[in-house]
């Protein structure tokens, strides 16, 4: 790669397979052989001539590599006159972390498990020790040891049984999120014999005798097959349950209580729940409600009786009890009535208390039941107007207190513990910044911008104090909005180098999100998934309109489906964006959806359309980006894919560079870069992922002529 590299500067024509590249004082993009591939569907023919980068083998094709190798050179090439720059920048990002730190330790059994990790590591390394304060603590796995030889290590489960003496993890070592499961003696150190391939979920008995697991499908991945372990031996897996449905996946779950198993089968739109008491891990399985189309809802179980979150004639939800007899819907009454003005997100049971997160006008809320006393429910206070805050990891069912996180877009990411009986909150930690930072030199604010419908959207932002509102001050728009995920105001280190620069940072928190309550999300699926794109756009144009900036100073960012976002946006209305940054982006929507060999697409039919449909085609082909590639100008773009992503392939962010590339009628610069070593989420380790966030940094900043 470096001679690659080198070669090109020198200003030789290099050869790449099909691709030829001319490079005299400036390098010049790859340009892709086309190989016409036609689809026909609906009584429509589709020319895709890039089809021929798309290559599922895990040893991928030589030419291919060799293109993104060619691609990763160029944009290494236009950005290596910022390469101080970026490196100013991962040194500054770098001095706002405690490199060497150790985790809020949360108590389980008798133990207090915590993480450490170290100046010059990437990765974290587990312990538990028999006291609060980690002395005599033991190592339980250390993740830099296990990572030795691999460019990309992840670490899912980590379960230990009840009684403390095994522990159940699970690896991936190349970015495709697919997890070996094993498991540990922690009274010897040693490995027990099982191996199992493709876990994606996992729960321990409470004998500790079994474990219950769920495999995904090696192809599409979706996660369908339920099993009971039998520990200590190799291969002694009972299939319990077969997900046949295609829609649906599989989990498996335990009350806090440790009293009641649960077995999840969950499609985007409904869901199905089974339970087997814990103490009788060879029991039969009961169903509590059978899924139905648009039902969705939950199950916990506390104090002899089933909770359950439902939206049974409750669209933002409610919770309602059920008899351990017969928890079916004909038994159910209502526990917490269903409230349009609030979503409950979930609810958790402690011995004599619930906390229920709540979701009111963009906010979260965390509300204390006392379920001994009956007491007046109380939601614990927040200190600010934009905020962020969920329910930590309290995996004790008796504890007379809680912990809780809680940040905002200038105040660092903080944990606290709840006392039940005093209802007070004290922080015991909260995120040092060893260079410095005074939260009084920041400001951050929720805006409200009209979509073209009427729609108020809500907007959050911050800058640093003293930076002009007149328009002249560059921004990064950030967004996401699918699937009902809310994209909360939550603090970033890394995003202080932005704003120290002058630059405002925002998050339009557009309709495909939860963050107004589940309306909010059905308004930006499947037959009103324009809306999404509507939102950003007129998101964008209102904060240009009102002097927050203009568009020549405006990049956006977005990834997976924000990406897709990104993509839609750049065809509909290119020229209110400088530049964009578009990350493993989910462009190629028409191709992938109809293939339903490959991770996702099933299941999600019901979020975006099926196109073997028509009428589902005919609507998602008006903003599926790779498709509305059209000859116009097109904002600059720096595109991120991974190589083993399997969430988002590869060949979608590339095919889609190249089609812009061939399209676009100005001289916008198109990059691609390419990770060739990681999946979805990029680089596994921390140090490694800094880097990549100080390139994307420094190229926003670049854009908008800051480079210092």
């Known amino acids: 790669m470096r001679n690659a590299v080198f070669a090109i500067l020198a200003g030789i024509i290099i050869s790449v397979g099909s691709i030829v590249i001319v490079a005299q004082n400036d390098m010049k993009p790859p340009v892709p052989k086309k190989e016409p591939k036609v689809l026909k569907i609906h009584g429509y023919e589709i020319v895709d001539n890039y089809f021929w980068l798309r290559d599922r083998n895990e040893k991928k094709n030589p030419e291919i590599i060799k293109y993104l190798e060619a691609e990763n050179a160029y944009t290494e090439s236009f950005m290596g006159r910022h390469k101080e720059f970026v490196d100013n920048l991962y040194k500054e990002m770098l001095g706002r972390i405690k490199q060497t730190d150790l985790s809020v330790p949360y108590k389980l059994g008798d133990y207090w498990y915590f993480t450490k990790v170290e100046e010059g590591k990437q990765y974290p390394v587990y312990l538990r020790s028999k006291s609060r304060d980690g002395k005599d603590a033991e190592v339980l796995l250390d993740q830099n040891e296990m990572a030795k030889g691999y460019q990309y290590f992840a670490i899912g489960a980590f379960e230990p049984s009840d009684d403390g003496n095994l522990l159940a993890f699970s690896t991936d070592t190349t970015g495709y999120r697919q997890y070996t499961l094993q498991i540990k003696d922690l009274r010897t150190g040693k490995l027990l014999p099982e191996k199992i391939e493709r876990v994606t979920s996992v729960e321990w008995s409470n004998d500790g005798k079994y474990l219950f697991f769920v495999q995904e499908d090696p192809v599409s991945k979706r996660s369908d097959k339920f099993y009971r372990h039998t520990v200590g031996t190799a291969d002694k897996n009972e299939l319990l349950f077969d997900e046949k449905d295609v829609y649906f996946n599989l989990s498996v779950g335990r009350s806090r209580d440790k009293k009641m198993l649960f077995l999840y089968s969950y499609a985007k739109t409904m869901r199905e729940v089974r339970y087997l008491f814990a103490d009788s891990p060879t029991g039969e399985w009961k169903v509590i409600a059978p899924r139905r189309e648009g039902h969705e809802y939950s199950a916990d179980f506390n104090n002899g009786e089933f909770y359950i979150l439902t939206n049974k004639d409750a669209e933002n939800f409610k919770v309602v009890r059920a008899p351990l007899k017969d928890p079916s819907e004909k038994n159910w009454t209502d526990f917490i009535p269903h409230n349009p003005a609030i979503k409950i997100e979930d609810i958790n049971f402690f011995k004599d208390f619930a906390v229920v997160s709540e979701l009111e006008n963009g906010l979260e809320y965390l509300k204390v039941l006392d379920l001994k006393t009956r007491r007046a429910p109380t939601r614990i206070e927040t200190p600010e107007d934009v905020y962020t805050m969920s329910l930590a990891f309290n995996p004790e069912y008796d504890t007379p207190v809680i912990r809780y996180n809680y940040s905002s877009m200038i105040t660092p990411t903080s944990t606290y513990e709840y006392d039940f009986g005093t209802r007070k909150s004290v922080l015991i930690k909260q995120q040092e910044i060893p260079s410095g930072y005074d939260k009084a030199q920041y400001e951050t604010k929720r805006l409200w911008a009209t979509a073209r419908d009427g729609v108020k959207v809500p907007?959050?932002?911050?800058?640093?104090?003293?930076?002009?509102?007149?328009?002249?001050?560059?921004?990064?728009?950030?967004?996401?909005?699918?699937?009902?995920?809310?994209?909360?105001?939550?603090?970033?280190?890394?995003?202080?180098?932005?704003?120290?620069?002058?630059?405002?940072?925002?998050?339009?928190?557009?309709?495909?999100?939860?963050?107004?309550?589940?309306?909010?999300?059905?308004?930006?699926?499947?037959?009103?998934?324009?809306?999404?794109?509507?939102?950003?756009?007129?998101?964008?144009?209102?904060?240009?309109?009102?002097?927050?900036?203009?568009?020549?100073?405006?990049?956006?960012?977005?990834?997976?489906?924000?990406?897709?976002?990104?993509?839609?946006?750049?065809?509909?209305?290119?020229?209110?964006?400088?530049?964009?940054?578009?990350?493993?982006?989910?462009?190629?929507?028409?191709?992938?959806?109809?293939?339903?060999?490959?991770?996702?697409?099933?299941?999600?039919?019901?979020?975006?359309?099926?196109?073997?449909?028509?009428?589902?085609?005919?609507?998602?082909?008006?903003?599926?980006?790779?498709?509305?590639?059209?000859?116009?100008?097109?904002?600059?773009?720096?595109?991120?894919?991974?190589?083993?992503?399997?969430?988002?392939?590869?060949?979608?962010?590339?095919?889609f560079v190249a089609k812009v590339r061939e399209m676009k009628t100005n001289d916008s610069i198109i990059l691609l870069k390419t990770n060739m070593g990681a999946g979805h989420g990029g680089a596994s380790g921390r140090y490694d992922r800094l880097k990549e966030i100080a390139f994307e940094y420094a190229y926003a900043l670049s854009q908008v002529g800051i480079t210092k």
């Open 459 to 655: 907007i959050s932002i911050m800058w640093k104090k003293g930076t002009k509102l007149d328009g002249s001050a560059p921004m990064l728009l950030y967004a996401y909005g699918s699937y009902g995920y809310s994209m909360t105001p939550n603090f970033s280190t890394a995003r202080l180098s932005l704003v120290d620069r002058g630059m405002i940072y925002a998050i339009a928190h557009i309709r495909g999100g939860s963050e107004l309550g589940e309306k909010w999300r059905q308004e930006g699926r499947m037959f009103k998934k324009l809306n999404t794109f509507y939102d950003f756009i007129d998101s964008a144009k209102w904060l240009i309109e009102n002097k927050y900036t203009s568009s020549d100073r405006l990049v956006i960012q977005g990834g997976s489906a924000g990406g897709m976002l990104m993509g839609g946006v750049v065809n509909m209305s290119p020229e209110t964006f400088k530049a964009a940054i578009v990350q493993v982006p989910f462009v190629d929507v028409i191709n992938t959806m109809l293939d339903d060999t490959l991770p996702l697409t099933t299941e999600e039919w019901i979020e975006w359309g099926n196109p073997n449909e028509k009428e589902a085609f005919d609507y998602m082909m008006k903003y599926s980006p790779y498709d509305n590639v059209k000859a116009q100008n097109y904002p600059n773009m720096l595109v991120e894919i991974s190589l083993y992503d399997s969430q988002v392939p590869y060949w979608e962010g590339a095919k």
